[in-house]
């Protein structure tokens, strides 16, 4: 009962601190746009489909790969201590490349490198799983992009593709999550596109998916052909938006309609 | 091993009602939509969901293929008297998950 009670106050504390970082700031998260039936599916972890991947990236995060043997916990540790915030950070600049890689890049680089196993294939439930687990770890703290002098010039180039029209439709991202957001496209609210929720449990999508796929799916409703998937054009948006949502708390694995 | 979730109390008074929440990952494949070869991909569901108190079967439901993917199941039942309830999914493939709850009824 006591055990209840501690998470129904851990829970009043999240939901309030989410209400908090609505004051005063105009930005709104896909979390706040959503109605209350949905948030309650998301904030209850028996009821968040997210958190069936989380069970299972938790398994990966124990579980020994590749010709090192090792598993991500022999490194890390717990979770809970070393993951915090780390979804908040990303992208960010990976020393050893020196280029700019998102969480998933992350995950995939320290299994090439540490394990020695093959890299995961982008958007596999393998991947998505981990990416999922990890996440948690970091789920209502600030999103923190590192001030990193390498990752200024992606994150201009993801601001110039955020306002290039492009399509059949002629359409940028901007024209809808900036210039309508808020405003209904066919019955859905337009969000204002802060990822902070990554990665997502889609009902649509009957699946957990990353920002990639949620770009995708963007860049295929203007009717413009999506980059390929590893394409540093989504590295550059991702980049963007983070930093375009900074301070904002990440509520993943979130649930979207 | 299946992933599954569920929420149900672990203590009751006799004569309580209580939910039992259960959700299971499985994709639900309907055997009518077609993979990027051009084929059919074969149906792939959960066909049936039961529960059992102490061996008694408390709720029973036939799942169909218009049921998306990673099914969420809730049902009401009464305590009755301490024990086990066991879920059970079974459907297509020879596809079987249990998962066992104890719960205390004072």
């Known amino acids: 009962m006591t055990r209840l009670r501690l998470g129904l106050a851990a ?8 209400a908090l970082a609505q004051a005063g700031d105009p ?24 958190m069936l991947f989380v069970q299972a990236g938790a398994a990966a995060w124990a579980g020994k790969a590749g010709a090192a043997g090792k598993s991500c916990a022999d490194c890390h540790g717990d979770a809970a201590v070393s993951m915090a915030g780390v979804a908040a950070r990303y992208p960010a600049i990976a020393p050893t490349l020196n280029r700019a890689v998102d969480l998933d890049g992350r995950i995939n680089l320290c299994r ?61 991202c901007a024209n809808c999550h900036d210039d309508n957001a808020g405003r209904k496209l066919a019955g859905a609210t337009i969000p204002q596109a802060h990822p902070t929720g990554y990665p997502i449990y889609r009902l649509e999508w009957q699946s957990l998916g990353s920002l990639r796929r949620r770009l995708r799916n963007c860049i295929v409703g203007m009717r413009a052909e999506p980059w390929d998937y590893d394409a540093a054009e989504y590295l550059a948006l991702e980049a963007y938006l983070m930093d375009r949502a900074r301070g904002m708390l990440l509520d993943a694995p979130g649930v979207r309609p | 091993m299946a992933n599954i979730l569920v929420n149900a109390p672990k203590t009751a008074k006799k004569g309580d009602i209580i939910e039992i929440k259960a959700l299971i990952m499985h ?16 149906r792939n569901i959960v066909e049936d969901f039961s529960a059992t108190w102490n061996g008694r079967e408390i709720f029973r439901m036939k799942m169909s293929p218009a049921i998306a993917a990673n099914p969420f199941v809730s049902f009401f039942t009464v305590a009755t008297g301490s024990g086990t309830v066991v879920l059970r999914w079974s459907g297509d493939g020879g596809f079987v998950a249990e998962h066992p709850l104890a719960i205390t009824v004072t």
């Open chain 1, 27 to 50: 930005r709104r998260s896909g979390y706040q746009e959503m109605g209350p039936a949905l948030r309650k599916m998301q904030d209850d972890d028996t009821a968040n489909p997210a």
């Open chain 1, 112 to 172: 090439t490198t540490h394990q020695q196993a093959p890299a995961l294939a982008s958007e596999s439930d393998d991947l998505l799983a981990l990416g999922a687990f990890v996440a948690l770890q970091s789920r209502g703290l600030p999103i923190a992009p590192p001030d990193d002098p390498g990752l200024a010039a992606v994150r201009t180039q993801g601001a110039a593709l955020y306002e290039r029209r492009q399509g059949q439709l002629n359409l940028s």
């Open chain 2, 27 to 42: 994709p639900m494949e309907t055997g009518f939509r077609p993979g990027t070869n051009g084929r059919i991909i074969p």
């Open chain 1, 11 to 18: 829970a009043g504390v999240f939901c309030a601190s989410l």
